[in-house]
């Protein structure tokens, strides 16, 4: 069967590093997501990748190693803000998307 | 705003009620899509439409029943649910549903409660 693991939840400080993981195993592989969700409101579109490698869009980063069928987003210079969900997708041979469960992360002051 | 509006927002209903979920895309995309959300887990796609035509069902019960009249509406209507049914109901629109860099953007979502 398809499979995407991420951790249920992770706790970090304002100011500090955050690294989310994202493991998957799927049919085929047409490509990598991140989305952010804060609570009752709607996923938004955060990267993508589907080449090997670092992507840097400001704070954010993510990152893909297709042959470890492992990714993560890297959220640097925590502010409050960014508590939210995070949840990892994986486009599989018949570009459905698969979804993990998500990330619940906790930013303290 | 993602250009993905949903009414209603919130919607509580009896198991022998009928209602719709209504989803409107403002951004000339050709797939639509629903999806439920439970807590702690993964998004489920419910129905995958695209240009108006309806390409995957995945196993949902009959007592959902999706419309797309068009490429900026989907409906999704209800009836003789159960309470396991309630979840938050997203709907995602994406320029269409074959291309692998396609990002789906999605509604707000209709959170739904069932007695």
């Known amino acids: 069967g398809q499979n995407i693991d991420q951790p249920t939840e992770m706790t970090a400080t304002e100011g500090a590093i955050v690294q989310i993981n994202c493991t998957y195993q799927?049919?085929?592989?047409?490509?990598l997501f991140w989305y952010q969700q804060h609570a009752g409101e709607a996923p938004t579109f955060l990267s993508y990748?589907?080449l090997d490698g670092l992507e840097e869009k400001g704070r954010f980063s993510s990152f893909l190693s297709r042959s470890k069928g492992y990714s993560y987003l890297l959220l640097k210079e925590l502010q409050m803000k960014d508590s939210a969900s995070y949840l990892c997708?994986?486009?599989?041979?018949?570009?459905?998307?698969?979804w993990g469960a998500g990330t619940k992360l906790i930013i303290k002051p | 705003e993602t250009g993905v509006t949903q009414t209603p927002r919130h919607l509580v209903m009896g198991m022998t009620n009928k209602k719709s979920l209504k989803c409107e895309q403002h951004?000339?995309?050709?797939?639509m899509y629903w999806y439920k959300q439970s807590a702690k887990k993964p998004l489920e796609l419910m129905f995958v439409?695209?240009?108006?035509?309806?390409?995957e069902n995945n196993s949902v019960p009959s007592r959902f029943s999706p419309e797309c009249p068009n490429s900026s509406h989907l409906f999704l209507h209800l009836h003789t649910l159960q309470p396991e049914d309630s979840a938050l109901y997203l709907c995602?629109?994406?320029?269409?549903?074959?291309?692998?860099?396609?990002?789906?953007?999605f509604g707000p979502g209709t959170r739904l409660t069932v007695l």
């Open positions: 990748n589907v």
């Open positions: 799927t049919s085929g592989f047409n490509g």
């Open positions: 995602a629109s994406s320029q269409d549903d074959t291309s692998g860099s396609n990002t789906q953007y």
């Open positions: 439409y695209n240009f108006k035509e309806q390409t």
């Open positions: 997708a994986v486009r599989d041979s018949n570009y459905q998307l698969i």
């Open positions: 951004l000339g995309h050709n797939a």
